[in-house]
């Protein structure tokens, strides 16, 4: 399988522990972003990545949230001090950026988090 | 930052007739406008899109049309068949990639 995977698809944890997620782009796409979804909703951008350089951050992404891309490749979404308004589908997407106009993200299949 | 509203948020159709879902964005800078379709439990897919310089664009059944004077964008599904049911989202987004997205239409297609 070629596409974006992520890792694991189901987390159950307790309100106050921490959890980490991993996400894994498709090869040579060099722009990787995590959205958040909630039932009912749209995915919600958290953040995204060029290459290893973390670019942009949401105003959602409290400072229990840091992402981290170290070479550039896999992608990984901590949350500290769960709550249980945490519990989401968190999504990853990949792109390869175009020199003009903006560029096609492709989803990962996302870690459903469940905050008891 | 932009605002992507979507109406209407469920759709049901009989089989073999057309669907249309409309879009509204807000910032008048964007320039770039996928559509995706998720069924239940599996990751959005892109099945069109559309960018500022276009003003239709058609695949098979599925066609999206945009007006940017009146910033507003819509997807049409024609002949419909059983596995169109999902959930369809819109997006949209300016130079700086990030997509910001409707809330979602649920369609259903009657047998």
């Known amino acids: 399988d070629t596409g974006v995977s992520q890792d694991p698809r189901h987390k159950i944890t307790k309100r106050g522990q921490n959890v980490t997620f991993r996400c894994d782009p498709i090869s040579e796409h060099n722009r990787l972003y995590w959205y958040r979804q909630t039932l009912g909703q749209g995915p919600e951008f958290l953040t995204y990545?060029?290459?290893?350089?973390?670019?942009?951050k949401s105003r959602l992404l409290s400072d229990r949230f840091s992402a981290e891309r170290p070479k550039g490749s896999f992608s990984t979404l901590e949350i500290q001090r769960t709550e249980q308004g945490d519990s989401a589908m968190y999504l990853c997407?990949?792109?390869?950026?175009?020199?003009?106009?903006?560029?096609?993200?492709?989803f990962g299949p996302g870690t459903r988090l469940t905050v008891l | 930052g932009e605002n992507v509203e979507q109406h209407p948020s469920t759709l049901s159709v009989q089989e073999g007739d057309s669907a249309v879902i409309k879009c509204t964005y807000s910032?008048?800078?964007?320039?770039?406008f996928p559509w995706y379709k998720q069924e239940l439990g599996k990751r959005p897919q892109l099945i069109i899109d559309?960018?500022?310089?276009?003003g239709e664009k058609k695949d098979q059944r599925i066609a999206v049309t945009l007006n940017k004077t009146a910033k507003h964008f819509s997807l049409h599904i024609t002949e419909t068949q059983p596995e169109d049911s999902a959930v369809y989202f819109c997006a949209a987004s300016r130079h700086d990639y990030k997509l910001s997205f409707g809330a979602g239409t649920t369609v259903t297609v009657r047998a």
């Open positions: 559309i960018r500022s310089n276009v």
């Open positions: 910032d008048s800078a964007s320039n770039y």
């Open positions: 997407a990949s792109s390869r950026v175009e020199l003009a106009g903006a560029d096609t993200q492709y």
């Open positions: 990545f060029q290459n290893e350089a973390q670019l942009e």
